[in-house]
Every structure is written in C-alpha cells, then in structure tokens.
C-alpha cells in the first residue's frame, strides 16, 4: 500500500503559476509510471501529465509548453509545474501511481484560475 497527498493548489489569476506536489507514504523508485490527472466539474478525470520511472514524459496537448511534470524518488515525491494557467485549468488535480498490479490515487488539490 501506498498513501498519495497532494499539495500546493490554490487561487490563482490567469497567466500566473502554481507547483503542486505529490508526497508518497514510501518509495515510488518501483512504480512505472508517476500521473496527474484533473477533473474539472461535470466532466469526467482526464490525463495531464506523466512520467515513467526512467524519466521520460508525456503531455496532453492542451498543457504542453506550460505544465511541467517532474519526480524526485529520493524524497518519493512528484511535482506538476505550471505555468500560464488559465481559466479552463480550472479543476481537482489528482496524483497517481502505477505499477504492474496495482494502482493508486491521491485525495484530490483543488486548482482555481480567475480570469
């Protein structure tokens, strides 16, 4: 078992940033792949960002050139970088970690961006 306990949302304007951090309760050296999704109101929990334990990335369209995912396994940690955020950014952000059998998900930071 793995706790996942995101931090770093808040209210935010438009063009502005926030760092959101994911703090895993043990090592995420074994997990394949480190994720961020976010679900905003009314709409289903989407892919933000990913990064497999070799460190490669990948990024939704909508987020590239402004989102920046990164993972420190000394600290078991992963980070979501952003940049420019805009109103339709707007949503819960989720962590997640996978592995061959299992997968897990974090409470929940809420993301506002005001226009």
């Known amino acids: 078992q793995v706790q996942l306990v995101e931090s770093g949302g808040g209210l935010v304007q438009a063009g502005g940033s926030l760092r959101l951090s994911c703090a895993a309760s043990r090592s995420i050296f074994n997990f394949n792949l480190m994720g961020w999704y976010r679900q905003a109101p009314g709409k289903q929990r989407e892919l933000v960002a990913a990064?497999?334990?070799?460190?490669?990335?990948n990024y939704v369209d909508f987020v590239k050139g402004r989102f920046t995912i990164s993972r420190d396994n000394a600290r078991n940690t992963v980070y979501l970088q952003m940049n420019s955020l805009k109103p339709e950014d707007t949503a819960v952000y989720y962590c997640?970690?996978?592995?061959?059998?299992?997968?897990?998900w974090g409470q929940g930071a809420q993301v506002t961006v005001s226009s």
């Open positions: 997640n970690a996978e592995s061959f059998i299992n997968n897990y």
């Open positions: 990064i497999t334990s070799g460190g490669s990335t």
